[in-house]
């Protein structure tokens, strides 16, 4: 990231009260960019207000704060669960860059308010001229392999110093966003190796970051398995499949049962939500991107959809079966 990028974010947030949060069903990376880039401020800006908002955790996250809280009881990890607006003149929202991804407090519409927000976030985003001067502002860069590389950026730039269970969070954070480097780049290996220490060893931190599966997980692996339908094009593979939760880690599951595209289709309430995945060597290989793959498409369709070239994800109010089909088309365009 450029220094002048920083410097810009640091003088435009100056003085003002400072509201931290993230998308919902919080996960490591967002957990953890929120509370170092708190403690980054804090040491930046002395007796500046900031505050972290979450709207729900996800169940790995709760997880790892239990396991996180037995090796650092000191550590402060509180947040709040509903925010005064009054108190807030700036939004800072980490790990992702698309406000349908956050849950705020009380139907609060962020983007029809008055109150400026920044993105920090390593996922795609498609660059129009929209609202080009409050982007400009933004820390995005989707070589990144976690928003918690960006935020220690900012701790290397400014040379504030960074303590065990920061340092502790931080490899947390860019080894489960890049899946324990499957999906990382030279960064992210040269971060990690950067942050261990003497006192911080990596065999802890996988033991931090384990956690037995829920039976109503592996219920839904071996459902997708047992519903999946296989589309062959060419060489390739690309497995469909419905599975009524966890549909992210179920196309996730089908790349690693030999599919070279995973895709689970989800009904909720009154949405329904498409997970795609694929093999990184796939997407090397051909070019594949899912994120604006499905960014796009989420456009055409008024839903909401992005993320990265081999995991995407689409929200959407109408029934699923055209966008599967234009998502395939899409695809096989690649193959
Ligand atoms: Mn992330």
Redesign the pocket.
Known sequence: MLKSKFENFLAFIKNKNILITTHDLV?I??LV?CFTLKFFLNQYFKNQETSIYFSELSKSTKNFIKNFTKNFPEFDLSYEESFDLPNNDIFLIV??NNLNQIKFDNNFDLAHSDIPYIFL???YTVMDSENSSRKSLDLINENY????EIILELFEFYKKPLTIPLKTLIIS?ILT?SGFFKHGNNKSIQNVSKLLCEEIKIQDIFLLLQREMDISVKIAYIKGLQRVELIREGKFLIGITKVSSFGAGVASMLTKMGFDIGITISKEPNQYIINTRAKKTVCIKTGLNLGKILREISEKYEGSGGGHDGAASLTINIEPDIILQEIIEQVKQYL
């Open positions: 996960d990376d967002g960019s790990d992702t976030d390593h996922h392999s976690s928003t918690a954070a966003d």
